[in-house]
């Protein structure tokens, strides 16, 4: 067999090839959204104010114990987070302490995962974990750190199984510019990331005079959002000075869609917004940012509970929805024949009635009637042109048909428009056809 393979620069997918490597023809790969868990997703149960409130109260003893202050670099930090990791641990999720180094000391990412869900659709929660050095950083952030904690502790006691694998994280020097969480995204491999559905952070969510704000980045995460406050009849307002101001910006400077709730700092709350939420107008949504008196009594209690049943409900409205919803396949059945050693040819799937990109994780299957299939090339091309190599000619490979389902990030396109399949026959002798395609989303 002859072989005069042809050069291409194409943007190499990042590939796994679902149950086709050589020559064993694959398994058959049923529907994710039929092995996967629930066919909708779960409600969340309520988070327990007063276990939200405990850990408060640790984490201001801490404080108490270590100087009056949580900060990077100093041991009320390290003691705040080995009282979240050891809650954890306890809990039954995979912990992992990251270390790095930020103005000469020492500073400490915790990591938990949750056992189980695809590990190509990594759902995760998070916030800093730090205070700055004037207190205790109840508010800022110990609200926010005790939520995800409690929301994960749900987790175990429902032992949920999630559709998507849950990821929660604890960020240190976030006060020092985002430093912890901007260390573990940049320590991520690209292969990593891409496997992100989205981050969603909680940075002051308790805030004694508060509003309720929601991030206005990703739609489907804010949409989560919004539902839940709607089911409580309570108004939100974007959050409009979010835009790098926490954690989240971490994440989606590269890239991984984020959303989060936040109650407000140093900004002072309008008379409008004072009618909506009720506080004080003329006053700032929390006057102890930064200061002493960020401790256990500067909490509204009706907003940090609100807000922690939201980071549940965001977990396991997002954490178990089908990964991919019924109806999301695009599929051409036409038969086209593949002339030997010649052109390529392509079929074409138009997809119509979607929002924003296509996913991190997109599914082309495929099945082509060709015997002795190393001759054949095979490219995903997207509807801006941009191509994706799904695989490569190989002389050696003497084995008939090539059918199998190859997952593309195809994050960085959008979804809807005309995507086709490119195959040619790059060698002499034995021919074949494209018999059908299909993507998933
Ligand atoms: N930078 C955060 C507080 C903060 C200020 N604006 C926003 C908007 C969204 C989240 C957090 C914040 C801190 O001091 O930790
Ligand atoms: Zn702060
Ligand atoms: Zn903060
Ligand atoms: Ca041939």
Redesign the pocket.
Known sequence: MTLSIPRRTVAVAALALAGLLGSAAPAATAGPAASAGPAAALAAPDIPLANVKAHLTQLQSIASANGGNRAHGRAGYKASLDYVKAKLDAAGFTTSVQQFTSSGATGYNLIADWPGGDPNQVLMAGA?LD??SSGA?IN??GSGSAAVLETALAVSRAQLNPTKHLRFGWWGA??LGLVGSKYYVNNLPSAERSKFSGYLNF??IGSPNPGYFVYDDDPAIEKTFKDFYAGLNVPTEIETEGDGR?DHASFKNVGIPVGGLFTG?SRTKSAAQAQKWGGTSGQAFDRC??SSCDNTSNINDTALDRNSDAVAHAIWTLGTEPTVPPGDAYENTADVSVPDNGTAVTSTVTVTGRTGNAPAALKAGVDIKHTWRGDLVIDLVAPDGSAYRLKNSSGNDSADNVVATYTVDASSETANGAWKLRVQDVAAQDTGYIDSWKLTF
């Open positions: 800093h205070s700055v950083g800022d952030n976030e006060e940075d002051m926490s700092a940012y930064h």
